[in-house]
Nanobody
Framework: QVQLVESGGGLVQAGGSLRLSCAASGRTFSTYHMGWFRQAPGKEREFVAA????????YCADSVKGRCTISRDNAKNTVYLQMNSLEPEDTAVYYCVGSIRTSWSYGFDKESTYDYWGQGTQVTVSS
């Protein structure tokens, strides 16, 4: 199993940038596909970004495409989410997620694909 702890959230002005980090416990981080979801107040949780465990494939949701970069450092057991040109609509709790499923590539944007979730970190974008 892996435990995930997010950090880097906070208050930022519209147009600003933020980098979220997710530290994973355990020695097998490199075997996990990783991702980020978010949930805004009164809205359903939604996919933000994902990265494969080995070949570096990355995906960003259409809502953040062009403003989103997901990366990982397997030596540090950490995955990052860089968000630029932040908008008030980006305000949400951001969750780090992990999956070891072989079917990950068919459902990287689905909550049900991920078995491991962090507690979340709040990101607030002021206008």
């Amino acid at each position: 199993q892996v435990q995930l702890v997010e950090s880097g959230g906070g208050l930022v002005q519209a147009g600003g940038s933020l980098r979220l980090s997710c530290a994973a416990s355990g020695r097998t981080f490199s075997t996990y596909h990783m991702g980020w979801f978010r949930q805004a107040p009164g809205k359903e949780r939604e996919f933000v970004a994902a990265i494969s465990r080995s070949d570096g494939l990355t995906y960003c949701a259409d809502s953040v495409k062009g403003r989103c970069t997901i990366s990982r450092d397997n030596a540090k057991n950490t995955v990052y989410l860089q968000m630029n040109s932040l908008e008030p609509e980006d305000t949400a709790v951001y969750y780090c997620v992990g999956s070891i499923r072989t079917s990950w590539s068919y459902g990287f944007d689905k909550e049900s694909t991920y078995d491991y979730w962090g507690q979340g970190t709040q990101v607030t974008v002021s206008s």
